[in-house]
């Protein structure tokens, strides 16, 4: 895997970008295109210097060769990928549209209002069936593993030969794995790890190729099951997040691509801004199965991904977030033979924290603190390892065979570790009264008494982190605890970023779990006399939140979800402060896991505001120039041209006024994008066939959205010689009033007007109002502070 | 109060606004002004028709002739009251702003980052300490009297002649709501009510004349003592939102205008900006010392104020009602003598609903979605009758000493109908073990019991509240509760908008709460043989709900409160469908009670889109014009002039760049506005000056910080008749960059940035970059979405 050199350059040759002889691909017509013509001859306006260029996902051809495993992997974080689109947050408000929404009567808007409702109310109601199935099939599957092992390991403790044991464990376990990191590696690596990456980022506002497809969403489902059955550190939490969102970007859509089925329904919601809303939506529905936390999903939706805040949106995530709780516990419970009781929801449940016997005291507050900054230091050194994990893996592991074969190795490794721990332990407790522990295991244990050490690895990190949390005090030794937390502490930082679907939740909860219970332990044993201490359940629970806050570094929406899990507001308070500690402390050293991997993937990402110095900078240095203008009316070649040119992929085009005189400049009228300037050349609407063909229909809102999302690249579009003749009337289609920004606007406002209104493309004009630039993503995302002050990242075409 | 007709004309005579004769005061310049000449001396640029009119706030000699009691008030919810302001959320980019964020290093923002952080400490651990001083003021308190009336009342119970005590207790009642009363009539006004709708307002961005005043805080707090000591059917947790917003305020600028003290600290957060964000966690933090509910804080932040989310504000935000929380919990459990405890968190407590003996069942969920429907049905009733009520009231009950009046003969008629209801009530109960009654009233029942009608009346409503949520069923006979609900319901309905500080939560909750007993118990009573509707408690809990969410329509936020003030998780949902439901049924008769009241006061207040059908509406149609343009250089004469031109006092003014030919229109290169331009002449920033005193220290932001937020009035200026004819170069201290739109663009899109933003000047132009209009938020609330379609409010100059 090379590194990515290929830097876009800043020069300032104004001729570059229509060079000739860069071997554009000319599908269209034979003549060689003269670009120097086209340049000199007034259609296209060439102003400024270079540019940034915006590749479009769309591009097929190019994209089915890359399918398989893209054969360049950017692995620097100094760079900022262009294979990103950014999504269109912005209404193009251009005449179609506004004849439709004029045409609309207010019974319409209200209908449509109703159906958005209806959408959220079915991306729950499927979001929380997922969740179900996911839950059903593990507990089925694990369930039958365990036993089928659990029975080997029995026959064999009496006769010996347990290593007989170790190896149906370890090759049961690698086999399962394989299942689920064949799908992955071959079939859609999009749906490797936990998918929250991806969907910050998509929520952030960046297009990620494939990330919302049907069949993402089938890999990741089958992906997480097989690696949560074959016992490897993950948890089934974080995949459900970005399940959510696929189920929503479909449904809401009312068809599908891959399917070839359109159901003919929910066509408004065909254009970014309303799938972007509902995919909020179906992330927080997401959170909410998976943790039992409805309000906990809202704000994780909002903490990563809103820009502006609405309220009816947010009631729609609420009504989402509830369905979808709803949903999972109504169908776990007929499955729990206790059909009606909806007291217990979610796909983890941490079981209640009862107030009575578990208060904190005031005097205990700086031990949580201390216990989050232990969980930022931890969360760190496995983010900084996973780091060069990944950096490692980027260079070596990069073909889905090796990663497979990973995969596999880790899931061979993690069942032999786990069986030696567990075989050298010598922890016995006695069995309780009520058989809390789902599969005892007994091994060297007297009869009646279980190993300790199988309760936290032989067993779904969901049920070893409630056994953490809620058995009785001296259930486990603080030997066992200590190992538990080197090993699984490894393993879990070995796993993430595996070629399977898998999240980092409740493996970092485990952690947490396991060394917050060893903390409790110690202080009841240095404190003999006071009650207090001696419920190690409250440190596991306090060292679970440092330990993942430390690792994802979310705070507020983290927070209600913990909250929401255990079901216990009294622990708000101090889950509150740990999780801010583990933050302050982990960012000290190193960013969060789901950042390191956004950032490890050049993905221009907008933080919630531009670098703190960087008042010095305005529109003009930020901008990319020259931008290649259209007229309103356009002759087809010149566009065709345009779109063709590979060298300077630009998505969104300034249209200006024709120049009557050479010395009146000619001025913006409007915003055009290359994906409906490709519908327009698909229908062939050109100002002279409209004179012909008088009865032809005239292209309506209806043809983008039939178009929408995977609009054809260039190429697939046919335009005869004399077609490149004629001329295109762009007035009804472009945007006419783009936002503008003068020249000398600081970078904070332009970023502060982009990021507010979750804009594409915006246009820096002079004070004639004339084109002078165009800010995009890119332009933004470019500037970030490192440890010297302000840096820019390189762009690179990968 | 007479009706307010004085509606601004719509004219399209572009000499109107500069015509002679309107007696504008010239205190500066003996000579008439010659309003043609300006107007036609190519220094004032009146371009297009007419204008909306902004009124200053800060108009301090008109404003304290208003003080004690605006004669005029609108009480016509088709208009919009000029008076009020919008807040410049977006921050003046001039050059001295941008050159002092040039020079702070990126340490320094750092700085400017952990101050922002202390400041909301300090914030939450205030309004915490408020809370605790209220609490604890109104428990010793109210204690005090209802020993003192119970003991009156047990003399005179054996020895006959009740009546006295009840004379007693009434004019106890009495004089304490009068003190109350009289201090917020005559003091500050503004005080009156839950303060909640004001708050909106402000974080909606409309500036309300004194509203996070210190002298609002003193009688806010005096007053909510003294009502809920006065037993009205108020709660002190609405108060205390308005508390935590002028804490805010306060703590944040540094100083205190009203002590004439300056710390000369967080000088930098000395505008609207930052002020504004401050408010956001200070009203966070009131609800989170409320209800105890850090996280339902912020979300009632979020949904009434946020317009643009931003995750590090929020985070802060978070941080000052976690504070908030904390101190109140810390200091009342030192008052409790338990010190350390902090699981009791906020000043209202409803108990913890415990799952195992409350749990609830799928069936139940049509029973809960049916109170949700009778909550909202009631809801609307009650804020029917209070909008009625509130109308009579600004008719005919608008002296301060008629309010004190009408606010002493409500807490009479609350103790005698109390007492009669006391009186006449022969429903006795057993003295339970625990003597969970605070104050037990024997009355005519037998030894050892109690009479159950005093224990909703006889009390705090928090208790009574309590007491409903968690006594054993049975304890109230159903009578009982229907009699309460009735009288109550008419009481607290009576109460709201009395001139006294008091909120609406409590009696909603109690309300509700008793009608949902009272379900329960009928519920229970019909299908005799289910034990699971033998828990009357669990239908309190959905009755309050219910009741609550129909009055004042909050979702989101509120189902948090509710969860977080029951300390129970698993009625989150539950309460989020009824609350829903109670919302969608209330909206369909009667807008929710705060905005009922914001309508009221014809606050022009934006709502978080555009109305539905509003399309056909652009800029061109919305905008204000003409608009008065300044000049880069100006002369001082024509500035004052337009300042102290009254009929329209303009707050923002855009700057257009000098005309050299006539036939070049002139084209916007910035926008000043009126405290920029009031600064400028009271430091005599002129051309001629600078050039003869080289030596005089420049103008630098802090100047203009100084003077926030309370500009001089332009009368207070005096200006020379020599100094008339000098020039004011504005280039430095007008804001370069202003947002703009183009006269085409959509009435939604407009909206959008305007809101999005928080914008408080849009200025529109043509395709050569010419003003043609400013938008204000005025123009923007105008428009509404009335029964019959669009419609338009008038503005009223009141």
């Not at 190729?209 to 690696?227: A, D, E, F, N, Q």
């Amino acid at each position: 895997m090379a590194n990515i050199t290929k830097k876009v350059s800043w020069s300032s040759r104004a001729d570059e970008a229509g060079a000739p002889g860069e071997g554009t691909p000319l599908l269209n017509g034979s003549e060689p295109r003269l670009s120097r013509q086209l340049s000199g001859g007034g259609n296209i306006f060439q102003i400024g210097r270079l540019s940034t260029v915006d590749l479009e996902e769309e591009m097929t051809s190019e994209e089915d060769s890359l399918r398989g495993r893209p054969k360049e992997i950017p692995h620097n974080e100094k760079l900022l990928s262009l294979k990103y689109e950014s999504l269109d947050y912005d209404n193009i408000e251009n005449q179609l549209f506004l004849e439709e929404e004029r045409r609309m009567s207010h019974m319409g808007f209200r209908c449509l209002e109703i159906s958005r409702w209806v959408v959220c109310g079915l991306i729950g109601f499927l979001t929380g069936l997922i969740a179900c199935f996911i839950d059903i099939a593990v507990e089925e599957l694990a369930g039958f593993k365990y036993q089928v092992v659990k029975e080997n390991i029995e026959k064999f403790t009496e006769v010996g030969g347990l290593s007989i044991s170790l190896i149906l464990w370890a090759v049961l376990n690698s086999a399962i794995v394989m299942i689920g990191s064949v799908i992955v590696a071959f079939f859609e690596p999009i749906a490797a790890g936990s998918g929250i990456p991806q969907i910050k980022c998509y929520l952030n506002g960046v297009k990620i190729p494939r990330v919302v497809r049907l069949k993402t969403l089938m890999v990741k489902v089958g992906g997480v099951i097989c690696s949560v059955v074959g016992g490897l550190a993950v948890g089934k939490e974080g995949p459900m997040i970005h399940s959510g969102a696929v189920v929503a970007a479909g449904v809401s859509q009312g068809r599908s691509t891959s399917l070839k089925r359109d159901f003919k329904i929910f066509e408004y919601f065909r254009r970014d801004t309303e799938k972007r809303d509902f995919v909020s939506a179906g992330a927080a529905a997401g959170v909410s199965a998976a943790f039992g936390a409805p309000v906990g999903g809202v704000l994780f939706s909002l903490e990563e991904g809103a820009s502006f805040w609405n309220q009816m949106l947010t009631w729609r995530i609420f009504f989402a977030s509830m369905i979808s709780t709803f949903t999972l516990n109504f169908f776990l419970s007929i499955y729990h033979k206790n059909p009606g009781d909806l007291s217990n929801p979610g796909l983890i449940n941490f079981g209640r924290f009862e107030t009575d016997t578990v208060a904190y005291n005031l005097y205990e507050i700086p031990l949580f603190i201390a216990m989050g900054a232990i969980g930022g230091l931890l969360g760190a050194l496995f983010n900084q390892l996973n780091y060069w994990l990944t950096i490692f893996r980027i260079r070596y592991v990069h073909r889905p065979c090796l990663q497979v074969m990973e995969a596999m190795l880790v899931a061979a490794v993690t069942a032999t570790v786990s069986f030696t721990m567990i075989y050298f332990s010598n922890d016995c407790q006695p069995l309780g009264p009520e058989h809390t522990e789902e599969y005892p295991l007994q091994l060297f244990c007297a009869d009646g008494e279980y190993n300790s050490m199988a309760t936290a690895f032989f067993n779904t990190p969901e049920r070893s982190v409630r056994s953490l949390f809620h058995n009785q005090p001296g259930t486990y030794n603080p030997l066992t605890l200590g190992l538990f937390t080197l090993t699984y502490f490894f393993l879990a930082c070995w796993t993430y970023g595996l070629a399977v679907s898998a999240g980092v939740f409740i493996p970092s909860l485990l952690i947490g779990a396991a060394w917050g219970r060893l903390f409790g332990i110690l202080l009841a044993a240095i404190t003999s006399t006071g009650s207090i201490w001696a419920v190690p359940g409250k440190y596991a629970l306090i060292g679970a939140a440092a330990q993942l806050g430390g690792i994802v570094r979310m705070t507020l929406s983290l927070t209600v979800i913990m909250v929401e899990a255990t079901g216990n507001v009294t622990y708000g308070l101090p889950i509150m402060l740990v999780l801010m500690t583990a933050k302050i402390v982990g960012d000290y050293f190193v960013e969060g896991l789901y950042d390191i991997h956004i950032k490890l993937q050049s993905v221009p990402f907008l933080h919630w505001e531009a670098p703190a110095t960087s008042h010095w900078l305005t529109a003009r240095e930020v901008m990319s120039s020259p931008v290649t203008c259209l007229n309103r009316v356009e002759k087809v070649g010149t566009i065709v041209d345009i779109l063709s040119n590979t060298s300077t992929n630009h998505n969104g085009f300034p249209v200006v006024m024709e120049v009557t005189a050479s010395e009146a400049p000619p001025k913006l009228c409007g915003l055009i994008l290359r994906s409906q300037l490709i519908v327009l050349l698909k229908h062939k609407v050109f100002v002279e066939l409209a004179r012909t063909r008088l009865t032809q229909r005239k292209l309506q809102l209806k043809d983008f959205r039939d178009a929408y999302p995977r609009f054809p690249p260039i190429q697939s579009i046919h335009v005869s010689q004399d077609e490149r003749e004629c001329m295109m009337d762009l007035t009804e289609f472009m945007n006419a009033t783009p936002y503008t920004v003068p020249q000398e606007t600081s970078l904070p406002r332009v970023f502060k007007l982009f990021r507010a209104l979750g804009l594409r493309h915006l246009v820096v004009v002079d004070d004639s109002n004339q084109v002078v630039g165009l800010v995009t993503r890119k332009d933004l995302a470019r500037y970030h502070l490192g440890k010297h002050g302000l840096e820019e990242l390189q762009l690179a075409q990968t």
